[in-house]
């Protein structure tokens, strides 16, 4: 963006495919960490008197237009932390994109309507996508990708929007890939991985890859219950996939073979219930070794040995990467393992990155200040995807 800049874009429309895909509750953004990392590129393009079209995706709309999915909390967040009023059109490429652009004046900002709205946004037709691409790029003279979330998503505002005009990549974009690059390239040691989240069969890919990469492993989340089955214990309730046992248990020996620490819960809290996440009603779980599950209890979290246990094996990390929640954070009974994870990276030394999603919007609502990690990604499936070596097609459409 840098060369764009010096390049001058005074006056010049640009299209900015930013991720604002932000969790909301009835219409309200709870964690509106995606929209404030977008802001440098936005701010410098609407300084150098550009005019900024910023575009995103929502949720999985199914190819309509959707209210539930609507962008415009994000478009009124993005001008409250500009300071400026936003514009906001109702379509993508309809009429109202079209007049809300044209009406643009030089350093003022719009935001478009949720692109999935149309079905070429994700269309797997090539055709489809393209058509779609040539009605996004007559909104713009210029592309700005900073969308990082997305980047590994084959979309027409990702991919083939930026063959057809010329592009950059944004602050956003350059910041996170050079972070990545630290570990994956010439990485410092003893390099930890914590991964958690609900399923094993999304984290397969980076496991396979970090086998061969990290020195310890720390398992927690929904995904441990499937290694702790595979190791032969009983898990009651909880969260399960039979199907992926096979893989984990190579996954367990291959560990073994290769020196890689593989470290699962050594205790679990559980209940007979899920909690209620609403009303966060109070629900009395007990803590029980991690091969003693009852039959009819669910395990919710990560117990207190396993936290002490965690927390040591991450105090002496030089690097640390940490995907995915160690329980059902988002109520307070099941919130202690996340937070003692959390905690453990902000007291160790160790160059900390926190990818996407859950454990970022975690490490905010549990009330941990963001500056105090290294970096948190904006990107969940993105940022995994990075680490699994694979072509990402957001990153390749704009290196050519
Ligand atoms: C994310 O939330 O990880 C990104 O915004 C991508 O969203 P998607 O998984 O719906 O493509």
Request: hydrophobic share 15%; aromatic share 8%.
């Given at each position: 963006i840098d060369e764009l800049l010096s390049e001058g874009v005074a006056g010049r429309r640009v299209f900015v495919r930013a991720d604002l895909n932000v969790p909301l509750e009835s219409g309200t953004i709870t964690d509106d960490g995606r929209i404030r990392a977008v802001l440098p590129t936005v701010k410098a393009l609407a300084d150098a008197g550009a005019k900024v079209v910023v575009a995103s995706h929502l949720g999985r709309p199914k190819g309509a237009p959707d209210p539930a999915f609507s962008l415009a909390p994000a478009a009124s967040r993005l001008g409250e932390l500009l300071g400026s009023a936003v514009a906001f059109a109702t379509d993508t490429v309809g009429e109202s994109a079209r007049s809300t652009v044209a009406g643009l004046s030089d350093g003022q900002v719009a935001v478009i309507e949720?692109?999935?709205?149309?079905?070429?946004?994700?269309?797997?037709?090539d055709a489809e996508r393209g058509a779609f691409a040539d009605q996004l790029a007559e909104l713009a003279d210029l592309y700005v990708g900073d969308g990082f979330g997305a980047v590994h998503r084959k979309h027409a505002s990702v991919y083939d929007l930026p063959a057809r005009l010329p592009h950059a990549a944004g602050h956003l974009i350059a910041t996170e890939v050079g972070v990545l690059k630290k570990l994956t390239e010439d990485v410092q040691r003893p390099y930890v991985v914590a991964l958690g989240g609900a399923k094993v069969s999304d984290k397969l890919a980076v496991i396979d890859e970090l086998l061969g990469k990290a020195d310890r492993l720390l398992i927690g989340g929904g995904m441990a219950y499937t290694f702790l089955k595979a190791k032969g214990h009983e898990v009651g309730i909880s969260l399960l996939q039979e199907d992926q046992i096979p893989a984990v248990t190579e996954y367990i020996e291959r560990a073994e073979k290769t020196g890689v620490e593989l470290v699962l819960p050594v205790d679990v809290l559980v209940s007979p219930e899920f909690p209620d996440l609403k009303t966060k009603a109070p629900t009395h779980p007990t803590t029980v070794a991690a091969d003693a599950i009852p039959a009819d209890q669910e395990g919710l979290d990560i117990g207190p040995e396993t936290r002490k246990l965690y927390a040591s094996k991450l105090a002496d990390a030089a690097t640390v990467f940490w995907n995915g929640p160690m329980g059902v954070f988002e109520h307070p009974d099941y919130a202690e393992g996340t937070k003692a994870v959390a905690q453990a990276l902000l007291d160790s030394r160790a160059f900390t990155v926190v990818g996407g999603g859950d454990s970022a919007a975690a490490v905010r609502l549990l009330g941990f200040d963001e500056d105090a990690f290294g970096h948190i990604s904006t990107g969940g499936g993105a940022s995994l995807e990075y680490l699994e070596g694979k072509t990402l097609p957001g990153l390749a459409a704009l290196e050519d």
């Open positions: 949720n692109l999935r709205f149309n079905p070429g946004e994700t269309s797997k037709d």
